[in-house]
């Protein structure tokens, strides 16, 4: 209770409003389990964080989900949270504002929660893990974690650009050739993020909908590790359909272009890798046939 009350009123003071003060308290305690354990501290950030799903928190708080987005976006605005989005995986919350020292000045401000404004320089821009960054360095204010509480952390651009190409590897199984055409095009982590979230929402939005009208198979059609004809196709399709939209000043809404084009690209991608398999089936189940010869009576 004691701790609920030193809560509340730090969160009073800087005028949060009732539903802003139950959300953020939860936060802040299930930030004190993140400090017992190692597997919260983000090496990349030089912080603890804490990851709550805003279903979660609007059962445990008894309000609607909508209502949750609206406070973190709020919070957001106001400096409490830092929400840093990952590809595929859950969002991680930062509390850049430390409660037991007052200090203002702990603010991760630099902790974007869509991307850094830096942006990068490649000398080679067909193996991003070969090159040298000339970037401007990310300063971030001190933390109050350990002996660095008077420390400056650096960032660089090239380390979160870095992060997110090894994520698209590991995680979203993107292929080299993809890879480092997405990065070419790409100013900076944001804009590489967002290519990424287009192609990863559009297939799977193409599933959805071809699964959903009886074809199951496209599952299987759109899986990279299974269709070793996909991943060249898309890597040149992005490659051409992204110099298209620098180049054509008529159209105005990118994402919404790039979508309906990938929307296209990978439903015609199930029907071509269904036709391969059809004639594969057939090769296979003629390639014994033999015609049986039958001996005349002389």
Known sequence: MGQ??????????????????????????RMDLSYKNEGFYDGKQHAYYITFTREDLAKKVNVGIATITRV??????????????????????????????????????????????????????TDVTRNQTKNKQIAMPKTEIGNEENKQIHISGFD???????????????????????????????VLYNYAQLIFKAKKTVISKLVKNGRPEAKDALRFENNINLMPELSEFMKSLIIKTRCTKSIKNVAGYITKALHEFFTDAVGGYMSIERHAHLSKNTKDFNIPIIQLDK
């Open 4 to 29: 609920f009350i030193k809560l509340y009123s730090e969160f009073s003071a800087a005028g949060l409003k009732p539903n802003e003060m139950i959300v953020l308290a939860n936060l802040y305690d």
């Open 72 to 125: 973190f976006k709020t919070l957001a605005k106001k400096g409490w949270i830092i929400i840093k989005q990952r590809f595929n995986s859950s969002n991680r919350i930062f509390l850049p504002i430390s409660l037991k020292s007052k200090n203002d000045s702990s603010k991760v401000s630099n902790l974007d929660s869509n991307q850094t404004k830096a942006k990068q320089t490649y000398t080679n821009e």
């Open 160 to 190: 979160r650009m870095q992060n997110l190409v090894d994520s698209l590897k590991q995680k979203a199984c993107f292929g080299h050739d993809l890879i480092n055409i997405l990065v070419k095009y790409s100013e900076n982590t944001g």
